[in-house]
C-alpha cells in the first residue's frame, strides 16, 4: 500500500490518534475492572501516558481543539477511576 505522504497519519491526524489513545485506555480500563491483576492496571496506567502524551500533540498542532478537550476530561475521568481503583 503507497503512502499518502511523507508524513505518518499520526502527525497528520493528531486529533485522531489522541481520540484512539483515549478509547484504548477506556478499554483497558474495563479490562482491568473485570481482572484487576497488577498487570492489567499496570497496562491501563501505561496507555494513559500515552494518551496524554497524544492530547499534548494533538494540542501542539491545534487540531480539533473541541475533541481534545473531550479526551482529555474522559482521560481524567479515566484516571480518577485507575486511582479509585489502586485505593480499595
Same mark, same amino acid.
Given at each position: 500500500?503507497?503512502?499518502?505522504?511523507? +508524513?505518518?497519519?499520526?502527525?497528520?491526524?493528531?486529533?485522531?490518534?489522541?481520540?484512539?489513545? +483515549?478509547?484504548?485506555?477506556?478499554?483497558? /480500563?474495563?479490562?482491568?475492572?473485570?481482572?484487576?491483576?497488577? %498487570?492489567? +492496571?499496570?497496562?491501563?496506567?501505561?496507555? +494513559?501516558?500515552?494518551?496524554?502524551?497524544?492530547?499534548?500533540?494533538?494540542?501542539?498542532?491545534?487540531?480539533? /481543539?473541541?475533541?481534545? $478537550?473531550?479526551?482529555?476530561? $474522559?482521560?481524567?475521568?479515566?484516571?480518577?477511576?485507575?486511582?479509585? %481503583?489502586?485505593?480499595?
Amino acid at each position: 500500500m503507497a503512502k499518502h505522504s511523507d +508524513v505518518s497519519w499520526k502527525q497528520d491526524h493528531p486529533s485522531t490518534l489522541s481520540s484512539n489513545s +483515549v478509547q484504548k485506555a477506556e478499554r483497558l /480500563l474495563k479490562i482491568a475492572k473485570s481482572r484487576p491483576e497488577e %498487570m492489567a +492496571v499496570e497496562h491501563v496506567f501505561e496507555q +494513559v501516558s500515552h494518551a496524554e502524551n497524544a492530547l499534548s500533540n494533538a494540542e501542539q498542532y491545534g487540531e480539533h /481543539l473541541d475533541i481534545v $478537550q473531550q479526551n482529555r476530561e $474522559q482521560l481524567e475521568q479515566i484516571r480518577q477511576q485507575l486511582h479509585e %481503583m489502586k485505593n480499595q
